[in-house]
């Protein structure tokens, strides 16, 4: 999508649909809706004084522009109460202007800056997150579909205020390159299994390779060489064995330790033996939705020239049942010396970041870590699909991941890692138990991973219940949301 700032008077911006936008309760509309208002002669007042139009919260009230109006169509979008608009909803509100734009199969929208005025954002901010709802509503996954869907291809930021023209230039520029990390993860994880099995999204992460990006990948072998078993025995029943991508962006100092991303990379998860029930066993492509967020932090990274260090340490493996497969019983010795007992091997996501999480910290020598992945169902039943879990082992890095999660949009919350959780994880015959039991099962996920970031500044966040909707939600389409990319790289970019 094409983006541009037009600066100057409403009514001469061209497009096939103009955007303005009204809070909920007011009366009479003012500012750009009233200059549009009186363009129309009067019909969004008409509206509002009917009941037709009240300005909810992505309600949408569609004209015809008539002969005052360059425009073809002027759509006035409910920003709901005042009090409650945030820079995340000003994203969310992208959405409603993109589905108007597909139902009427036009591609050039204008729009003013919702929230810049009234709303009190500044107006780098505000074009941000209007930019990156754009660019994430407009985002479509139609690879395996005989007819496309046609997205808007252009949009225009109407502006009055010249002053303000640089800023919004660079707000967008910023959405562009945070939202084409956001896509490719979302691509990642949308692409059906069988054509993303562990050599494909390796293949994948190669093709971020070049300028400050370098991509490394071990194939079984060197994983086996390198003690790395809780990642090599889940890959074991596959036909296609694992890998581990190692992504790193240079754009720090040379002797600057880089922060590590570490992905959960499982392409497709049956359960192993300990075979899920086949009702929703298709959405489980999604299970390597971390992997696709840490090669998206790259990207993004990369768009935006960040000045740091960073490395994606991403372990990928299907997890299928056969004669060859991993079982439960079986004792594992880790990458880091520890032995885990396996109780099933549908906890398998945490054998692999738990090697993934020694290799950022022994090989490859990292300041601090987060991992992302799809962990547990027990962090859906805590928090649904409207937040992410977090836990980690440092409180100033939770503190700022919690800052960057309010700046970010994308919702983090803290669950608590308590001494006496690690309780439930002992076993009578390894050092550790890959699963505690039915209680506090998030938690007790988050506090094995703890066993091995040892001293290493570490947050988990498990993205189990926001990496996939069923349905429209928060602003996403139906499929997968690239969950923790906005994130992951705000904390970055403060």
Known sequence: MKTSVFVGDLADVKADILVVNLFEGVKEPGGATKRADALLGGKIQEAISLGEFTGKFGETLLL????????????????????????????????YPVKTARKLGKRRIATVLHGAGAGGFRAEDAAYFLGLGYFLSAYSYDAYKERKEKSPAELVVVEVDRSKKGEIDDGLKRARAVAEGVNFARDLVNTPPMYLRPSDLARKAKGLAGGKVSVRVLDEKEIKKLGMNGLYSVGMGSSSPPRLIVATYRGGKAKEKPFAVVGKGVTFDTGGISLKKWE????????????ACALGVIKAASE????????????????????????????????????VEVLTTDAEGRLILADAITYARKKVGVSAIVDVATLTGACVVALGGLAMGMMGNDRSLLDAFRQASDRSGERAWELPLYEEYGDQLRSEVADLKNIGGPEAGAITAGFFLKHFAEDTPWVH????????????RLGYAPGATGAGVRLITEYLRS
């Open 64 to 95: 015809p522009a008539g002969e005052g109006i360059k425009a073809r169509w002027v759509l006035v979008l409910g920003l709901g109460k005042k009090e409650g608009l945030t820079l995340d909803r000003v994203r969310h509100l992208s959405l």
């Open 280 to 291: 929703g066993m298709d959405r489980m492509k999604y299970d390597m939705a971390g992997a």
């Open 304 to 339: 935006l020239g960040l000045k740091r260090n960073v490395v994606a340490v991403v372990p990928v493996a299907e997890n299928m049942p056969s004669g060859n497969a991993y079982r439960p019983g079986d004792v594992i010795r880790m990458m880091s010396g520890k032995t």
């Open 461 to 472: 966040l498990d993205i189990a219940g926001v990496a996939w909707t069923e349905k429209e």
